[in-house]
């Protein structure tokens, strides 16, 4: 745009064109690439973590997960409040919903169970 357009433009009651007023479409490489990039930024990273789902209802478990759902000793999977709850309506008081086994008894077998499964996901 020539200055003698700018001045034109500022008498008319505008401003002269600038960048801001380009199309987008026809922007220059780098600010395509940034309009890019923010663009990936802001739709990536709403996926969930897989242990964030109940085992036995797979629905995902509120936020902040540790105040909504369990971990189980017995069987290492985690448990929405909403799934422990009906299992005790269901009389399953002292017994894992999803193993449906007994918990155990002693801390040192709920070490030792929890490092033979690491080991059995680490082979």
């Given amino acids: 745009m020539s200055d003698d357009e700018a ?8 401003r002269p064109a600038g960048p801001a007023d380009a ?13 890019n990039l923010a ?17 036995i209802c797979y629905l995902y478990v509120g936020l902040p997960v540790h105040n ?31 193993a449906k086994g007994h918990p155990p008894l002693a801390a040192s077998r709920n070490e030792r169970r929890c490092a033979e499964q690491a080991q059995s996901w680490l082979r």
């Fill in 7 to 14: 001045a034109a433009a500022v008498q008319a009651g505008g």
């Fill in 23 to 35: 199309d987008p479409r026809e922007a220059p490489p780098a600010a395509a690439a940034a309009q």
């Fill in 39 to 55: 663009e990936r930024l802001m739709s990536s990273g709403h996926e969930r973590a897989e242990g964030d789902v109940c085992s």
């Fill in 68 to 98: 909504h759902s369990k971990l189980n000793a017995c069987c290492l999977k985690r448990l929405c409040n909403g799934c422990i709850l009906a299992a005790r309506q269901r009389g399953m008081l002292n017994r894992c919903p999803f």
